[in-house]
């Protein structure tokens, strides 16, 4: 990856949480190498709040902050990148704002899609869902082979997300995926520390 070379591992996309900011660090002392932060209903000074204290926390565990599509947060915290899909802000226009940073593109199931991401510029990319996801139950469904036919024709890091555990997450992994982004995943179960080092755990073992 051009600008950061610690791209890979497990990615952590938060969602609300009474103890998120707890439960981030003890993901990134686990070795959680990207928080996306993700908040579509929070207050503006909340969500400011929030992004100063993750970002300190992604600095201080040498992890990478990236902010889920809002270019002016981004901005406000010096965000390492921002996340983007395809109902929010055209890639251009992203890119001509924050010309340094590392933007990562949803891409579903649609491997032309990534294709012409990565022609674009982006720095990585995402599919998924690849399980049912409780957090977007709705989202289109993408398989396996989606991993191993992208490994022929994207260079960029690919992230698998969408219903991820320890369990299932070695699969994509070994079709192809760099990165496992989780939601409930990590915040949803009852040992937070456990199930963050059995995802890092899985990298280990790639």
Known sequence: MKRKANFGGLYVVTREDQHLLEKVEIALLA??????????????????????????????????????????????????????????????????????????VSCYNDLSLAVKAQAQGADYVAFGRFFFSHTKPNAVPADKSLLLAAKNSIRIPIVAIGGITPSNGKDLLTAGAD????????????DTQKTALAYVNLFKRK
Not at 65 to 94: C, P, Q, R
Not at 179 to 190: C, P, Q, R, T
């Open 31 to 104: 070795g959680a190498k990207v928080i996306q932060f993700r908040d579509k209903s929070s207050a503006v000074k909340e969500r400011l709040s929030l992004s100063i204290r993750l970002k300190e926390l992604c600095s201080q565990y040498s992890a990478l902050f990236i902010v889920n599509d809002d270019i002016d947060l981004a901005k406000k915290v010096a965000a390492d990148g921002l996340h983007i899909g395809k109902n929010d802000a055209n890639f251009s226009a992203v890119r001509a704002q924050l010309p340094d940073k590392i933007i990562g």
């Open 179 to 190: 990165m496992l982004a989780v939601i409930d995943g990590l915040f949803s179960v009852a």
